[in-house]
């Protein structure tokens, strides 16, 4: 196999380095939305960036394995886990597998998890980064005080910490320093796995002194925001959207044709409690 593909069969090969890596969570029947991903924001191709398609492979069809198998003949970029399955249930270990595999295979600065719906400007994200702590950061659009739930897929069972779920950056792409993988990956075996991969990470990250970042331009909730030039990230787009996107940054220079909010954002208040650190929403933010 390709040293990109089993997390089994990589671990020793000498290591590479790049100062952001992007693990772009994908579902293995999903190669259009990657091709539409590989044509957009990754065509803004940067020496000091590396991405992977982090995809589960047990349990898989034959025929959808195939498909997998010769995609990444051709790309080069998919890190398939045969220790995972697919499923949503399954998440958060697939993210924690995807770290431990990244902290023993790569040198890296700075890692990016976002899924295959997220549009990501890698250029003024790698010029913000730069500014940024060069450790213990811990950077997205933090969510603090919400429910747990009781209920449906998201249902968690083994939630027992408090009456709602701890500050957590949203899954739609956060960036985390390379010392906090290095401290996830190796207390992974200690670390309680919740339904929500998000979630886990913000836990497995509470008791760190670390520098916690809320940036509005991470679009990263369940649906987007709207759509601002300033955005970095963008969570919920389709191939088309992304295509549109990428369209109108060559043509303009601009994310956007107008400006658009659909819903309203807030500053993360860090002085009180997470029940109240994201009431305020402001009609100035993007």
């Given at each position: 196999?390709?040293?990109?593909?089993?997390?089994?069969?990589?671990?020793?090969?000498?290591?590479?380095?790049?100062?952001?890596?992007?693990?772009?969570?994908?579902?293995p029947?999903?190669?259009?939305?990657?091709?539409?991903?590989?044509?957009?924001?990754?065509?803004?191709?940067?020496?000091?960036?590396?991405?992977?398609?982090?995809?589960?492979?047990?349990?898989?069809a034959?025929?959808?394995?195939?498909?997998?198998?010769?995609?990444?003949?051709?790309?080069?970029?998919?890190?398939?886990?045969?220790?995972?399955?697919?499923?949503?249930s399954?998440?958060?270990?697939?993210?924690?597998?995807?770290f431990?595999?990244?902290?023993?295979?790569?040198?890296?600065?700075?890692?990016?998890?976002?899924?295959?719906?997220?549009?990501?400007?890698?250029?003024?994200?790698l010029?913000?980064?730069?500014?940024?702590?060069?450790?213990?950061?811990?950077?997205?659009?933090?969510k603090?005080?919400?429910?747990?739930?009781?209920?449906?897929?998201?249902?968690?069972?083994?939630?027992?910490?408090?009456?709602?779920?701890?500050?957590?950056?949203?899954?739609?792409?956060?960036?985390?320093?390379?010392?906090?993988?290095?401290?996830?990956a190796?207390?992974?075996?200690?670390?309680?796995?919740?339904?929500?991969?998000?979630?886990?990470?913000?836990?497995?990250?509470?008791?760190?002194?670390?520098?916690?970042?809320?940036?509005?331009?991470?679009?990263?909730?369940f649906?987007?925001?709207?759509?601002y030039?300033?955005?970095?990230?963008?969570?919920?787009?389709?191939?088309?959207?992304?295509r549109?996107?990428?369209?109108?940054?060559?043509?303009?220079?601009?994310?956007?044709?107008?400006?658009?909010?659909?819903?309203?954002?807030y500053?993360?208040?860090?002085?009180?409690?997470?029940?109240?650190?994201?009431?305020?929403f402001?009609?100035?933010?993007?």
């Open positions: 196999m390709a040293n990109e593909i089993s997390s089994q069969t990589v671990v020793g090969l000498t290591q590479k380095s790049f100062y952001l890596i992007v693990l772009i969570m994908s579902d029947t999903k190669s259009a939305t990657r091709k539409a991903i590989r044509e957009t924001w990754l065509s803004v191709s940067h020496q000091k960036v590396k991405h992977l398609f982090v995809i589960g492979s047990k349990g898989l034959e025929d959808v394995l195939n498909d997998v198998l010769k995609e990444n003949t051709a790309h080069h970029d998919m890190l398939i886990l045969d220790s995972v399955s697919e499923s949503y399954s998440l958060t270990v697939k993210v924690l597998a995807g431990q595999w990244l902290h023993l295979n790569y040198q890296f600065n700075f890692l990016l998890k976002c899924d295959d719906d997220s549009f990501v400007r890698t250029v003024p994200l010029e913000e980064l730069q500014k940024k702590p060069q450790s213990h950061l811990y950077w997205g659009f933090f603090g005080g919400s429910s747990v739930f009781q209920k449906g897929k998201w249902k968690e069972s083994e939630w027992f910490l408090c009456d709602t779920y701890l500050p957590y950056a949203l899954g739609g792409g956060y960036i985390l320093s390379s010392d906090l993988v290095e401290f996830i190796k207390s992974g075996p200690l670390l309680q796995q919740y339904k929500s991969e998000d979630v886990s990470v913000g836990v497995w990250l509470s008791p760190l002194k670390i520098r916690r970042v809320h940036d509005v331009r991470f679009d990263t909730e649906k987007s925001r709207g759509c030039n300033d955005y970095l990230i963008t969570h919920k787009q389709s191939a088309n959207e992304m549109e996107k990428h369209d109108n940054l060559i043509k303009t220079g601009k994310l956007c044709p107008s400006e658009l909010r659909v819903r309203y954002s500053n993360y208040n860090w002085t009180v409690l997470p029940s109240k650190c994201c009431k305020n402001d009609p100035d933010l993007p």
